[in-house]
């Protein structure tokens, strides 16, 4: 098995540089690269920034001061000297498969043979973007969720072409890595379907949220309207998809567009704001106004009444049973444990183990109101067989 002791995270925007936060303090040599100094410099300034946090509150172990452990950063805007020393390499760079490809065929030619390269991609094929790299066997998927340090999952993804001994190693230093919010739940995704287990099931909710959007911006009503309809969470829908970033959220869509169906194609609302260069928290705007920090809810503005919570909730259900059926992974549980893990929220599972057959009527209604057939309960839904997956 592989010793390791130097991290490559290439891409330095918010998961990036999450990713060479909890690498650092879990006491490995961490390099940042990006395509420009600025972009880095950026990032690190943004790492010592929280390490200086920790270290007031007394939340850095071992002895470490901010000013040791930023020692161990190194920052650089060249793939190929920067991989030269590498034992694995995290990809999180934007969610283009080209963009994503080109980085793996660089560090497929400059690093050495025992480095592990794994993307960090939400959706997309570890598959196709490991073939690039020219050894498929040592790629895999190390999927994270933002914020990096205080979110406990990290889902690890077997490729079709990943040897067991790299997706050990990838299971394993997952395990090493910090959380500021208890101890890491680390999933193991049997195969590469878009999405993995965390993403694939929430994916389809976006569906309706499409439909809602529009509908919302149809009949006049605010966005402040809408999140008083569905809140219930630290954010609010549109506050979460701004800090999310549109331009992740249209690219995920496009992606589910092509490789599950085109019922998954963006909204007008977000096709719009993408164009329009309106990505949300990242550029000041997008559903709302950024420039002074996180909007806040105003439940003065009353409800849009249009979104409905059941939809939702049975959407997930019937997704969660696709990922069943796929092999993706073979428990409820797991399921349950990474919805969990990942987003803080409840998995659609246990509360619904004697009421598949009234989630199939939910979601044959949200069909019919939004004209979308992938929202139809999927066979195992139907079978109400999913109970004995546990």
């Known amino acids: 098995m592989v010793d390791i002791k130097n991290v490559v995270v290439i891409g330095s925007g918010q998961m990036g540089n999450g990713i060479g936060q909890v690498s650092l303090m879990a006491g490995y040599n961490v390099t940042m690269v990006d395509i420009k100094d600025e972009f880095v410099d950026n ?80 959706t997309m094929s570890i598959t196709e973007i490991g073939k690039a790299s020219g050894r498929p066997e040592k790629c895999i998927g190390l999927h994270f969720f933002n914020p990096v340090p205080l979110m406990r999952l ?10 067991a001994e790299s997706v050990k190693i990838g299971m394993e230093f ?34 309706y949220s499409g439909y809602v959007y529009d509908k919302c911006a149809e009949e006049g009503k605010t966005w402040e309207q809408l999140d008083n309809d569905s809140a219930g969470g630290a954010m609010p829908m549109t506050v979460l998809i701004d800090y999310v970033g549109i331009d992740t959220v249209y690219h995920g869509a496009m992606y589910y567009a092509k490789t599950l169906s085109p019922d998954f194609a963006p909204s007008k609302t977000i096709t719009n704001f993408y164009e329009s260069g309106n990505l949300g928290a990242k550029t000041g705007s997008g559903f709302h106004d950024w420039s002074k920090g996180r909007p806040q809810q105003n439940k003065k503005a009353g409800k849009a009444r249009i979104y409905k919570l059941k939809y939702p909730l049975a959407i997930m259900l019937n997704e969660a049973c696709r990922v069943l059926e796929e092999g993706i992974t073979t428990s409820w549980e797991i399921i349950d444990n990474v919805l969990m893990a990942g987003m803080n929220m409840p998995g659609p599972m246990r509360p619904n183990i004697n009421n598949s057959a009234k989630q199939c009527e939910v979601l044959n209604e949200v069909a019919e109101l939004t004209g979308k057939e992938y929202l139809r309960p999927c066979e195992l839904l139907k079978s109400e067989k999913w109970v004995d997956m546990k």
């Open 43 to 122: 990032a690190v300034a943004k790492i010592d920034e929280g390490m200086k946090k920790l270290e007031a509150k007394g939340k850095l172990e071992g002895g470490e001061t901010a000013a040791s452990v930023m020692a161990r950063c190194k920052k650089s805007t060249d793939i190929a000297s920067a991989m030269k020393d590498a034992d694995i390499m995290i990809e999180a760079v934007v969610e283009k498969m080209d963009v994503k490809k080109e980085v793996f065929k660089t560090c497929g030619e400059n690093a050495p043979s025992h480095c592990i390269l794994a993307s960090n991609t939400s």
């Open 154 to 163: 990290i889902e690890v993804i077997h490729s079709d072409d990943s040897s």
């Open 174 to 207: 997952s395990q090493t890595l910090p959380c500021l919010r208890g101890k890491r739940y680390i999933a193991e995704v049997l195969r590469d379907r878009p999405g993995f287990i965390c993403n694939r099931i929430t994916a389809p909710v976006g569906i």
